[in-house]
Each structure stands twice: as C-alpha cells, then as structure tokens.
C-alpha cells in the first residue's frame, strides 16, 4: 500500500501540473489583444494612391486621419512633415484642439474650418483664426515600404517630435 500510496499522489501531482500549466497558459492567452484590435490599432496607406496638392482623409482607431502630399519643391516644416523621396508628407489626426470637433476642408480657401466655433487651420493643421491656439496633431506613424502605417511610431516620427 506504501507504492499505492505513492502511485496515487504521483498521479495526483501530475494531474495538479497539467490543470495549472493549462490554466497559465490560458491567463497569459487572454492578456494578448484579439487579432481584430491589433489589425485596427494601425491604417496602412499607400502612398503612392495619394493625390498630389490636396488632403486624402483616412480613419485610424475611430479618429478622422489627414494627409497632405506635396511636392519637394513645396515649403518643408521638419517639425510638421516628412520627406519620402521626392514628396513631402504632413499627416494629422482631424480633430479640433479646442473642443475636439471635426473640421471640414474647404478647398477653395485651403482651409480646415472647425463647425463649433469657427476655429480655421491651414493646409498644415496650423492654427490661423478663431479661439484655436495650437496645431493639429500628428499621430505616431512609420514608413514602411512604400506604405504609411499610421498608429505605429517609426524612426520619421521620433525625430520629428524631437524638433518639436
């Protein structure tokens, strides 16, 4: 009975291991997000499909995304844009920051006009007229290929916010 015993407690143990091998493996599983939220913590945008001289709007995580490609030739803020070969980049997240509304483009001004309170930006996201004080935002992106991944910051993005 003294081997019974011990065949006994050694199954035990062993049932008692897989159970909580297991039920760790399973906790660490629920901690990583679900595909869905990693596929949307980023919008990739191609850019070459961008238009040249006027904004293309996108959406990353619900918020309204801007990007305005120029040419080379056009005037380049280091804190406010990216140059990617023979085009300069100035990505922003459309979102008023004053109120948090959504301003709409007018094109034929060049102009973000916020509908709370008459806030105007230019076509940089600078603030022109109105109770707005500061720019609007540029969100953490990369360059990836010939791709923007906006929500991912890459190396373009760290040394731009290190000049701001």
């Not at 407690?9 to 990693?38: C, D, Q, W």
């Not at 085009?87 to 301003?103: D, N, R, S």
Request: contains cysteine.
């Amino acid at each position: 009975s003294d081997l019974h015993r011990r065949v006994l407690n050694y199954s035990f143990l062993a049932l008692v291991g897989i159970g909580g091998y297991h039920s760790v493996g399973t906790m660490f599983s629920s901690l990583e997000p679900p595909k869905k939220a990693r596929l949307d913590a980023a919008t990739f945008v191609a850019l070459d499909a961008l238009p040249l001289n006027e904004p293309a709007f996108f959406t990353w995580q619900k918020k309204p995304i801007c990007i305005l490609k120029q040419e080379a030739t056009a005037a380049y803020e280091p804190k406010r844009d990216v140059k990617i070969g023979e085009y300069i980049y100035t990505i922003m997240i459309g979102i008023c920051t004053h109120l948090g509304c959504v301003p709409k483009y007018s094109a034929s001004t060049k102009e973000f006009i916020c509908p709370c309170h008459s806030g105007v930006f230019d076509e940089k996201g600078h603030p022109l007229r109105g109770p707005v004080t500061k720019s609007l935002v540029t969100p953490p992106f990369k360059v990836q290929n010939d791709y923007l991944v906006i929500g991912e910051a890459g190396e373009e993005y760290l040394h731009m916010a290190k000049k701001a």
